[in-house]
């Protein structure tokens, strides 16, 4: 028989070898499904900032429009704007969350004056092409919120899976750093009509 | 999460009672009244004949204890179908009364209302919100425009019936219900969603997409919203554009508000609403006290197609509407120019125009 050949010790030594060769298969499965979720994430995190990247400049492109359009009219909102059209170069390749946000606070001031100028100009709200371009904004203002949410919720995971252990072993390994959030001052929710 | 606010609330449907004209009040509740009446004398009747009937069924006993069993049975099958029937007439002649004065009460003057038609299978199955078997049916159709937004909604059931014989060759039937309940169709608001997104109540593992199954699921900020419910795209991207913090709200209140499984889908411009495990009266009900009772009941049942309409913000147009008004002002502006009239002309053009739009 196979157990008289082997003996009661060597049959332990091979259940040992199977239990600690299933332990290691098991380690290399985990490590490696580890990896590739902080890569996956890693991959969805540019995504998404590409995603805040094309909205911004969307964003931008249509401020631009919207200023060029109320130039003759916002002679005192003139600093803000004149700001705005500086940046026609656009957005720098590789900008950090920390750029893009200090980006996107510049764009809201501009938007901001850009409507003290309709405010103040009616002429402004009958100007069809004007009021096309808001509306886009409007748009693209929301696909940039989209956008911000989206790299927020993947970075709050990433940064969860950096510092929870046992997750944090391969982390610390690969030198994987947290990723920064892009801070942006939240629009004032509105509120939801519950009556009904 | 508790459900512990559910349907309109009282202030509500009085002040839609309260905007009832007086003389269509009154006719309102002639009518309620006579459904009363008619289901009164029905069950009279039921009374009487159940009587008869049951009392003429003790006679076999004279003859044989099984001719008074199944004398019994018919009897008690025939006081059924004339308590049904009755109750069906009093329902039937206050649907084609009331139903469709109440709807456009509530939706205005563009409601109406048709208790014999509902949405074609081919819409049924075109959706993709739950499975279609070999049984169908659909009634209670509602049609409106809340807002300048419009919709449908009706009353669907769809099941499969299977028949199967035992060993010794007898015949089971067996019946499961995929869906029973209420699907409403409305125009979307004016953002544009590439292929569909599907925001379906959570069962527990029990449901799933038909489109995307169990996989393409998105979790949002919001805990208890991730809890409530599974959001399906294949653009994680457009899910966070139309789930905006305030539309995750409005899905929570939703679920606090409305009995039933709730499925949402957006697609092709359209937002559809399916409720399973709920459907809509909109008939006579016995258990109303009178008739005002029954026209509250009525308008419960309607004010949340309202409603959605409200806390889903599907009328929201972006700016679009400021841009035609402007559009229109110009080209008007033009038109009276060149047509060198006092602008009665070009009006006209425009009105036109706008009811193309």
């Known amino acids: 028989m196979f157990t008289s050949g082997l003996g009661t010790g060597g049959l332990i030594a091979i259940v040992i070898v199977v239990i600690v060769l299933i332990l290691v298969i098991s380690i290399i499965g985990w490590w490696i499904s580890t990896k ?49 059209i500086g940046m026609r170069a656009g957005i720098p390749k590789g900008a950090t969350a920390k750029d893009l946000s200090a980006i996107n606070t510049k764009l809201d001031e501009a938007a ?35 956008a911000r949410r989206m790299f927020n919720s993947n970075v709050k995971i990433y940064n969860q899976l950096l510092l929870v252990f046992p997750s944090s072993i391969v982390a610390n390994h690969y030198h994987y750093t947290k990723s920064d959030f892009f801070e942006a001052q939240d629009k004032k929710r509105e509120d939801v009509k519950l009556s009904f | 999460m508790a ?44 009374i009487i004949v159940g009587t008869i009937l049951i009392g003429l069924s003790f006679l076999g006993l004279f003859v044989d204890t099984m001719v008074f069993v199944v004398a019994l049975v018919f009897a008690i099958i025939i006081t059924i179908a004339i308590y049904g029937a009755g109750q069906g007439k009093a329902n039937t002649y206050f649907k084609k009364n009331v139903t469709d004065d109440l709807v456009k009460a509530v939706l205005g003057p563009k409601g109406n209302y048709q208790s014999n038609q509902g949405w074609t299978p081919t819409f049924i199955s075109g959706i993709k919100l739950f499975r279609m078997g070999n049984i169908y049916s659909t009634k209670d159709r509602i049609t ?88 399906y795209t294949k653009d994680k991207l457009q899910a966070f554009y139309i789930m905006t913090p305030q539309f995750i709200e409005a899905f929570n209140e939703i679920k606090r508000r409305i009995p039933g499984h709730l499925i949402f889908s957006i697609q092709d411009g359209r937002m559809i609403v399916a409720i399973n495990g709920t459907h809509n009266n909109l008939g006579y009900s016995a258990k109303s006290k009178d008739a005002n009772a029954a026209l509250e009941s009525i308008i419960r049942e309607i004010l949340p197609y309202k409603w959605f309409v409200d806390i889903l913000n599907l009328d929201q147009d972006f700016g679009q509407e400021a841009v035609r008004e402007a559009k229109l002002a110009s080209l008007k502006s033009k038109l009276d120019s060149e047509t060198n009239k006092n602008g009665e002309e070009s009006d006209s053009i425009i009105n036109s125009i706008k009811e193309e739009l």
Request: net charge negative; no cysteine.
């Open chain 2, 144 to 231: 409106g425009e809340i807002d300048g937004v419009d919709f449908v909604v009706a009353d669907v059931t769809s099941g499969n019936k299977t028949v199967t014989y035992d060993s010794k060759g007898n015949r089971r039937e067996h019946t499961t219900y995929y869906f029973q309940g209420v699907v409403a169709e409305y125009e979307f608001n004016s953002k544009k969603v590439h292929g569909s997104l599907e925001i379906r109540e959570d069962e527990g593992g029990a449901g799933y997409s038909l489109i995307y199954g169990r996989k393409d699921n998105v979790d949002f900020e919001d805990i208890a919203f991730n809890k409530d419910f599974n959001v």
């Open chain 1, 36 to 84: 590739n979720k902080f890569l996956r994430y890693q991959v969805s995190i540019e995504d998404a900032a590409s995603g805040i990247d094309i909205a911004l400049t969307k964003r931008f492109d249509l401020l631009s429009k919207m200023f060029d359009i109320t130039k003759g009219y916002a002679k005192h909102e003139k600093d803000t704007l004149t700001e705005v």
């Open chain 2, 3 to 46: 459900r512990d606010l559910v349907g309109p609330s009282d202030e509500n449907v009085k002040s839609i009672l309260n905007g009832i004209d007086q003389e269509q009040k009154d006719k309102l509740e002639k009518v309620s009244a006579e459904s009363k009446n008619i289901y009164d004398k029905s069950k009279k009747t039921t």
């Open chain 1, 112 to 146: 901001r004056s850009i409507n003290v100028a309709i405010e103040r100009y009616p002429d402004l709200k009958a100007n069809t092409v004007f009021l096309e371009l808001q509306a886009s904004s409007r748009d693209a203002e929301e696909h940039l919120q989209a």
